[in-house]
């Protein structure tokens, strides 16, 4: 069993960055492969970054691709997603996910365990 809260949402402008933390609770968190995806009112959830155990491996969408980061540091039982030059579509709840195995992979019902969200809010 692994516990997730994320932390690090908020209300920013146009432009910021914003640095969301997932803290996971358990053991072996370097056997999970760790996600994060994101849900904006009135729409489904969707992928936004994902990270292999070992960090060597990571995928994006498209839509942020070249503005966020995602990070682990299997130390801490942490993962990171950097977010720079945030836009309004950004805003929806940030949810972190866990995925025990090898594989990045892309599709939420792959995922086995949830956090309970952070908000992120863009203003224009």
């Known amino acids: 069993q692994v516990q997730l809260v994320e932390s690090g949402g908020g209300l920013v402008q146009s432009g910021d960055s914003l640095r969301l933390s997932c803290a996971a609770s358990?053991?072996?968190?370097?056997?999970?492969?760790m996600g994060w995806f994101r849900q904006a009112p009135g729409k489904e959830r969707e992928f936004v970054a994902a990270?292999?155990?070992?960090?060597?491996?990571?995928n994006y969408a498209d839509s942020v691709k070249g503005r966020f980061t995602i990070s682990r540091d299997n130390a801490k039982n942490t993962v990171y997603l950097r977010m720079n030059s945030l836009k309004p579509t950004d805003t929806a709840v940030y949810y972190c996910?866990?995925?025990?195995?090898?594989?990045?992979?892309?599709?939420?019902?792959?995922?086995?365990?949830w956090g309970q969200g952070t908000h992120v809010t863009v203003s224009s």
């Open positions: 996910a866990a995925r025990r195995g090898l594989v990045v992979v892309l599709r939420a019902d792959e995922y086995d365990y």
């Open positions: 358990g053991r072996s968190f370097n056997s999970y492969v």
């Open positions: 990270i292999n155990w070992s960090g060597g491996s990571t």
